[in-house]
T-cell receptor, first 112, second 111 residues
Framework: DAGVIQSPRHEVTEMGQEVTLRCKPI?????LFWYRQTMMRGLELLIY????????DSGMPEDRFSAKMPNASFSTLKIQPSEPRDSAVYFC??????????FGEGSRLTVL | GQQVMQIPQYQHVQEGEDFTTYCNSS?????IQWYKQRPGGHPVFLIQ?????EVKKQKRLTFQFGEAKKNSSLHITATQTTDVGTYFC???????????FGQGTTLQVKP
């Protein structure tokens, strides 16, 4: 299995631009998570889906952030408009039946 | 609330010394998971503890779950340079799979 696949691995953009991060979970996993990691705030859970349905989005910072999971093999996290404080590593992870999380390599976002 | 507190935040040890990180919660934990993240890498699952008082070993790593299920610890015996990284505990939900991570303990090992 290829594991959780995220793209892009690195993105540098300017403030105000739209950013879209993509994730392909492990086939057969029924839960998908988006985390953000910074030095100051650690690993923060932004949102998670069970069976493609958003269950808890209380960690989404504000309306500029949105996440979708149109099918079991694809999810996106969108930031519009982006701000410098959004700079972080964004991880996608998937799991099966509340088991261990498998993380992707992460998307490192820099907003100038 | 749902937070888990980890201490210490950082630990520097000489290679061969032991290392312990602690994870504490004010509320009872359904289960606890431990992850390791190497510098520049992503978190990788180490183990899950479910039962009160549970102790599990993986080579030089020993994981414990407290009797009251409010704390957990990870102990590494005779650290090696390959143990360098950040160790996270995460509180889990038995039914939703939601995982909330602690702040992590970053381990540095001097050769």
């Amino acid at each position: 299995d290829a594991g959780v696949i995220q793209s892009p691995r690195h993105e540098v953009t300017e403030m105000g631009q739209e950013v879209t991060l993509r994730c392909k979970p492990i086939s057969g996993h029924n839960s998908l998570f988006w985390y953000r990691q910074t030095m100051m705030r650690g690993l923060e859970l932004l949102i998670y889906f069970n069976n493609n349905v958003p269950i808890d989005d209380s960690g989404m910072p504000e309306d500029r952030f949105s996440a979708k999971m149109p099918n079991a093999s694809f999810s996106t996290l969108k930031i519009q408009p982006s701000e410098p404080r959004d700079s972080a590593v964004y991880f996608c992870a998937s799991s099966f039946l509340a088991g261990e999380l498998f993380f992707g390599e992460g998307s490192r976002l820099t907003v100038l | 609330g749902q937070q888990v507190m980890q201490i210490p935040q950082y630990q520097h040890v000489q290679e061969g010394e032991d290392f312990t990180t602690y994870c504490n919660s004010s509320t009872t934990l359904s289960n606890i998971q431990w992850y390791k993240q190497r510098p520049g890498g992503h978190p990788v699952f180490l183990i899950q503890l479910v039962k009160s008082g549970e102790v599990k070993k993986q080579k030089r790593l020993t994981f414990q779950f407290g009797e009251a299920k409010k704390n957990s610890s990870l102990h590494i015996t005779a650290t090696q340079t390959t143990d360098v990284g950040t160790y996270f505990c995460a509180r889990g939900s038995s039914n939703t799979g939601k995982l909330i991570f602690g702040q992590g303990t970053t381990l540095q090992v001097k050769p």
